[in-house]
């Protein structure tokens, strides 16, 4: 059954980090909360037998949001700043989202490790951009229009903090 690798793979991955009570629903569905306050949902893809992950990054600003929700759709069509994820908009809670999507089919728990790591540091990164666009600056490459604010234009710098080991509980 196309699930049992995604079931086996999490449960493999709980026991390794010492997380007791992960749940999978029937639909294949279960969130982790990473460092008190990131949930990581992730979801079994029946049809293409996929992992997704998903997270929200923060909230559109309420000024320059038309240059920010422009940029996020641009990223997507350039790989090397999306690392092949997908940027999107959740209109429901006015935040902005990353997913990542993945074939089970040749897939071990070593690998979904490290393809978890890279997507949590782009949550990181992520997060850290829109802060800077809450607070008025302007994506890259970006300018106001619209009912958007004026700001100034930031490079795309990454921060994100290496070598520091996430915490995980199971999210509701």
């Not at 992992?51 to 909230?59: D, L, S, Y």
């Amino acid at each position: 059954m196309p699930i049992d690798t995604f079931t086996n793979i999490l449960h493999e991955f709980a026991s390794r980090i010492n997380l007791s009570g992960l749940q999978i629903d029937s639909s294949g569905y279960c969130c982790l909360d990473v460092d008190q306050g990131t949930l990581i949902h992730l979801k079994h893809e029946n049809k293409r037998d996929s992992m997704i992950f998903i997270a929200e990054i923060g909230q559109i600003p309420e000024t320059n949001a038309g240059s920010v929700l422009r940029y996020l759709l641009r990223i997507n069509n350039d790989p090397e700043e999306s690392k092949g994820m997908t940027l999107s908009y959740n209109a429901e809670s006015n935040n902005a989202a990353i997913g990542y999507q993945f074939p089970l089919r040749f897939m071990t728990i070593d690998k979904f490790e490290e393809f978890f790591r890279v997507f949590l540091d782009e949550v990181d990164r992520w997060k850290q951009k829109m802060v800077l666009y809450t607070q008025g600056t302007l994506p890259k490459g970006e300018e106001a229009s619209g009912g958007d604010n004026a700001g100034e234009t930031s490079s795309s710098a990454s921060s994100t903090p290496q070598g520091k080991e996430p915490e995980f509980m199971i999210g509701a």
